[in-house]
């Protein structure tokens, strides 16, 4: 079942690929370039104490800085943005929404760890994360906006090494606020980097923090990516079809055969429990026959005046205790017989001086059935 989810999934994404490139060549030529080509995004540095933003601009990993921004003089905040850009040549860009905008904050303003969640917490990193935040930092979830990203996945630990960046509320705040006064909805607000000015955070913004133009670009993404979908499933759905027939009649003739085969395997099963029954009661037999006539050929090689107290059999090794004469006769005899091998003495032997005899404890090896 599992090769087949993953086939199926193989065969889907295959043919979404498939499926956006010929909607991208249906897409006009000026219309594709204008979504193809790289996006520009505005930063807004904040800096310190009262002293104004700085105005970037930031393309892939370079970030060009403009100038800084005096808020703090005469007018109107918003126009001197826009005489910067103008100055810069980026006015057309910003009106036609093809500027991203973000605030970024200092560096000393946030706060940085790195927290070790287990592996299983990856499919739901985000309530872990904001459940884990007033144990990782002095910071309350509602106090604070938080980012992270996974720096290291120890698969053999099963462990995650998380970076967890934390800015205070009112930080974030300020920075949306400033956003405000220059008339900005920004798509990101994050913090930068120790030596630069580029990003070294994730997007502190709120989820309702969302540019028009960005929401646009997503529900075209979203609208596109759904039509696929559905195109999709509408393409696989015949084969599949047609595949669940024919599973559905092997699975028939799969379980006739192995009821068939269970039969056979049960009746397998009871001729070799008869088997095993009646081999049992032949080993018994001659197990009990061959001790008969071990115990017999002891008491035919033991000498008039020899008494056994114990005779044990166990394997193809027999011990004796009793008392006689002279043990070390009795050893002898043993080994002269043709049945026992490897006589020894288990225990010393004991005289009793009451009736002069010599108790003995003796062990031997079986050499071979004893005859009829």
Known sequence: MTALVTGLFGLFRAFLQWWLGELA???????????????????LLLGDGDAGPVLCLETGREVQALGRLDLQGEGDPRRRLISALRDRGLLAAFNAGRLDVCVRIPPDRASRSVIQLPV???TNLDEVVLYELDRHTPF?????RFCYRVLKRDALAKRLDIELTVVPRPVVDNALALAARLDLRPDRIDVASDDDYLSASGNLLPADGITPASRGFHVLTYALGGLAALLAIIAIYIPIHAADRAADAATQEFTAAKKATATAAALERQIEDLRKEEGFL???KREVSATSKLLWETTRILPDGTWLSEWQLAGNEIQLSGSTQSASALVKLLEQSHV???????SPVVHDPNTEHERFHISAQVVRATGP
């Open 25 to 43: 060549a249906l897409v006009p030529a000026r219309l594709r370039q204008r979504l193809t080509t790289a996006r520009y995004s505005l930063i």
């Open 340 to 346: 026992f091998q490897n006589t020894t003495f288990v």
């Open 140 to 144: 309350r979830p509602e106090h604070a």
């Open 120 to 122: 299983a917490a990856e």
């Open 282 to 284: 032949i080993n018994r």
